[in-house]
């Protein structure tokens, strides 16, 4: 079993496949366009703690997997911005953030 500073690579593995499917939870069940896009961070927050422990415990990993982990928060933050645009403007518009009633996006 790999392990660095005594906590083995599939503690790392469980965390991260435990939170993406809580973040998966919480997008598909939501019907709040908020807590859908909280949910999606949860994922991608997942992602980077795989691709860290991936970097970390792999023997040529070097710091690829960090710089992949930067990469996926450079785009979290743009899709959290764009998303919570989209969202208030759906808000104004519509008066509510809930997706079943702006389901059809007629005008």
Do not use: H, K, W
């Not at 366009?33 to 422990?53: D, P, Q, S």
């Amino acid at each position: 079993m790999i392990a660095v500073q005594g906590v083995p690579l599939v503690d790392f593995l469980l965390l991260g496949a435990l939170l993406f499917c809580v973040g998966l939870f919480a997008a598909l069940r939501r019907s709040n366009a908020i807590m859908i896009l909280m949910g999606i961070e949860v994922m991608l927050n997942a992602v980077n703690i795989n691709l860290v422990a991936f970097s970390r415990y792999l023997p040529r990993g070097g710091d690829r997997g960090q710089a992949f982990a930067v990469f996926v928060l450079a785009v979290a933050a743009a899709e959290a911005a764009v998303g919570l645009a989209m969202v208030i403007i759906v808000s104004r518009r519509r008066g509510t953030i809930e997706i079943e009633e702006i389901s059809d996006m007629r005008g």
